[in-house]
Structure formats: structure tokens, C-alpha cells
């Protein structure tokens, strides 16, 4: 009998290990953005000659991202923003920027994030954010929102 109930306890010991175990990859998959991105000019059209972003988990579900690079004319550029993926609007510095840009994310999934940029309140772009599986490939979409036209941009974690 003694046995039998060393055996029901491990077997429930080995259970809850398993699925301590097996709810560990999702807060895993959300946390592989966290770190440093460069664009990949072959996979991405019309690139621009530099640019890198950072993720980084500020704690309290808040990620700090670093954009920064050189565009097509040759002139850097830098934004930065601390948000959670909530629905809720918050403030986003633009390097250069007149007046004030905030931007908006929704979680669709471990892996897709959507936004919405702003500035002074109207709407200026929209876009998505998607990971890959195994947290190597960034891929960004943005829309503007004036021109229609989409930019497709992808990015390799280093």
C-alpha cells in the first residue's frame, strides 16, 4: 500500500511537472522579441541603408523599442517608445517630430502583434508585427494611412 501511494504521488509530482513544463514555450514565444534587430536588405524591398531596433521588457508587460538608422537620403532617423500590447495609446519620440505621435498595439497572438501610429490625434499609419516561430525573423508591415501604399520590412535578430 505504501508503495502504491508513492507511486500515486510521483505520478501526480511527474503531471504537474509536465504541465508546468508544457505552459512554459508561451511566455517564452512572447519573449523572444526581446533584443537586438537588423534589417535584412535581401528580404526586404527598397531598404534603407541601415537600421536596427531593440526590444527591451521593461517589466510590468511595458517593452522599450529603439528604432534607429539612416534612411534612403542619407539622414538618421531615431524613435522610441515604452508601450504594453493593451489597446492603449502611448507617447512615441520621434527624432525630428513636430507635435505628438503615439501608437497603439493589440496582441492577436504569441507571434502578431497590430498597431496604430498617430500624430496629433489623426491617424497616420497602421501596420502588424510578426515573429517568426522560432524568434530569428522579424517581419514588419506598415501601411500609411495618406498614401495607401504598404512597406513590407524584415529584420534578423543578432
Known amino acids: 500500500m505504501a508503495k ?14 509536465g ?14 522579441i526581446f533584443g537586438t534587430w537588423k534589417i535584412n536588405p535581401a528580404k526586404t524591398a527598397n531598404p534603407p541603408p541601415s537600421e536596427t531596433r531593440i526590444y527591451e521588457n521593461r517589466g ?10 539612416v534612411d534612403r537620403q542619407g539622414h538618421d532617423y531615431f524613435s ?15 527624432k525630428g517630430g513636430k507635435g505628438l505621435t503615439t501608437i497603439m498595439f493589440h496582441q492577436v497572438d504569441p507571434y ?8 496629433d490625434g489623426k ?8 515573429l517568426s516561430k522560432d524568434g530569428k525573423v522579424l517581419t514588419v508591415s506598415t501601411t500609411d494611412e495618406a498614401s495607401g501604399r504598404t512597406t513590407t520590412e ?3 535578430k543578432q
Open 60 to 69: 510590468g508587460g511595458f517593452i522599450l523599442s529603439t528604432r534607429q538608422g
Open 154 to 156: 524584415v529584420y534578423d
Open 80 to 94: 522610441q517608445y515604452a508601450a504594453k500590447h493593451d489597446g492603449k495609446e502611448y507617447p512615441r519620440l520621434v
Open 112 to 119: 502578431t502583434s497590430t498597431y496604430i501610429l498617430k500624430s
Open 4 to 17: 502504491n501511494n508513492a507511486r500515486s504521488r510521483f505520478a501526480a509530482l511527474f503531471a504537474i511537472l
Open 19 to 32: 504541465f508546468a513544463l508544457s505552459i512554459q514555450p508561451a511566455r517564452s514565444q512572447q519573449d523572444l
Open 123 to 130: 491617424v497616420t499609419a497602421t501596420g502588424r508585427t510578426v
